[in-house]
């Protein structure tokens, strides 16, 4: 039995092997191999499509090598004069990888808990918020936590999220108020689970920005992942069980027709989603707030972050979404001459869903790099659209014995407003 086609067959025709992607691949920045690139990549999986090999064959080291070295950062893609899908691509191939070999078992065991509504991901890490203190520290100017013990594979560098008690669910459940006592416009908020479930302020912080716009934040608690990593690791099946939990709950709420997001990779996935009710946006925070700009501009008015701040681009915003002055227009609002641009601030952090802990050795010189361009700003703290990045960027202030915090620029703007 051969495999199928691929429906790629076609889009890696487009590849005219023009070599635009080699100079912003992170990947190839760090190993110098030119068969990472995409354009590498991209052969490696035509040659083993073109030679239709058998579904019991065992796909080659190179193949795997290939598709498993990727960060799915999208600076390929973006650079693509010929706009080959190239992250769709490496996602499809990863799914005809796990077909053929299963998926690896933490990341089954992971995704089931983002699946199961009874032994659930919020109730894991509810369990593990009690235990944490066993096992980690908290770091004593950042956020986050590091290993007390020697563990394996995890340095004493490595920062994972302090597991909170609560989550964004439980605080929504203690202040909701009826809606009848609420006259503001309704707009959904798609937290995802990183800030529902590790940095549930950053959802608060969100919320209470939309709040003094005049919407309140809708946050139905049936919203399931947003798909991103069970994409990115090949597993499609989840990805389609997850999107259609969530385009349920859109369409069980289609008189509203803005959907926002805080998080990149949520935003970028979202917007990817076949299915959305008619009319229905989904909108990156940053782009929601530009749309307001005006009532914005006048609840800010003269009052500025005091603290000099920079600025990364999340992969998933800028090359995902292509949003790139939104959050800048924002952080110059909110910090004025305090907001420093860093050199650099397109190229990845190395964080990759799960590819920091997967390829901990590279995902550490990518980082490295974007913390060295970070310091060079002197900047205090180093701001970013997306719970992932930052907290890659608060292992980088680790690894580069750094003072700096880590802040979504989400967070910053509701400080000012609270003050104000
Ligand atoms: S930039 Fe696009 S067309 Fe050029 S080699 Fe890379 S993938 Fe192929
Ligand atoms: S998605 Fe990023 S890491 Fe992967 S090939 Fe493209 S540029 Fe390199």
Request: with cysteine.
């Amino acid at each position: 039995m051969t495999i199928t086609p691929s429906p790629w067959q076609q889009e890696l025709k487009k590849c005219v092997k023009c070599g635009a992607c080699m100079a912003v691949c992170p990947i190839y920045r760090q190993t110098g191999r030119e068969e990472m690139v995409a354009r590498g990549k991209l052969n490696h999986i035509e040659r083993q499509l073109d030679e239709r090999f058998d579904d019991e064959e065992p796909l080659t080291p190179g193949w795997l090598e290939a598709v498993d070295l990727c960060l799915l950062c999208c600076s390929c893609e973006d650079n693509c004069s010929k706009g080959v899908k190239i992250t769709e691509i490496i996602a499809d191939a990863r799914h005809r990888q796990t077909e053929q070999s299963g998926l690896n078992p933490i990341k089954k065991s992971a995704f089931s808990l983002l699946k199961n509504r009874v032994l659930s991901l919020p109730r894991f890490i509810k369990a593990g918020s009690w235990m944490q203190w066993l096992l980690w520290r908290r770091l004593p100017r950042h956020s986050g936590l590091v290993r007390r013990l020697p563990l394996p594979g995890i340095d004493d560098k490595t920062v994972i999220p302090a597991l909170p008690r609560r989550h964004l669910d439980d605080y929504l459940k203690s202040t909701k108020k009826p809606q009848t006592e609420t006259a503001l416009k309704p707009v959904l908020y798609f937290p995802g689970c990183a800030t529902r479930y590790l940095y549930p302020q950053m959802g608060l912080d969100l919320l209470y920005v939309l709040e003094r716009l005049g919407f309140s934040g809708i946050v139905p608690k049936e919203l399931a992942c947003c798909g991103m990593v069970t994409w990115g690791a090949g597993d499609q099946e989840s990805n389609q069980e997850l999107q259609q939990r969530n385009l349920e709950v859109f369409r069980k709420h289609s008189e509203i027709k803005e959907i926002v997001t805080g998080c990149a990779s949520c935003g970028h996935a979202l917007k990817e989603y076949d299915g959305l009710p008619e009319d229905c946006e989904i909108l990156d925070i940053s782009e929601f707030l530009f749309r307001h700009r005006e009532k914005l501009e006048q609840l800010v008015g003269k009052n500025r972050v005091e603290k000099k701040i920079t600025y990364h681009d999340p992969c998933h915003l800028r090359k995902g979404q292509g949003i790139t002055s939104q959050p800048r227009w924002l952080l110059k609002l909110i910090a004025g001459e305090n907001f420093i641009e860093m050199r650099h601030p397109e190229r990845c952090c190395g964080a990759g869903g799960t590819f920091g802990l997967t390829h901990k050795e590279l995902s550490r010189k990518i980082l490295a790099e974007k913390a060295h361009d970070a310091d060079s700003t002197q900047a205090e703290i180093v701001t970013s659209g997306c719970p992932g990045c930052l907290l890659q960027l608060t292992e980088g202030a680790v690894v580069a014995n750094s003072q700096w915090q880590t802040a979504h620029p989400i967070s910053l703007l509701a400080e000012l407003l609270r003050k104000g």
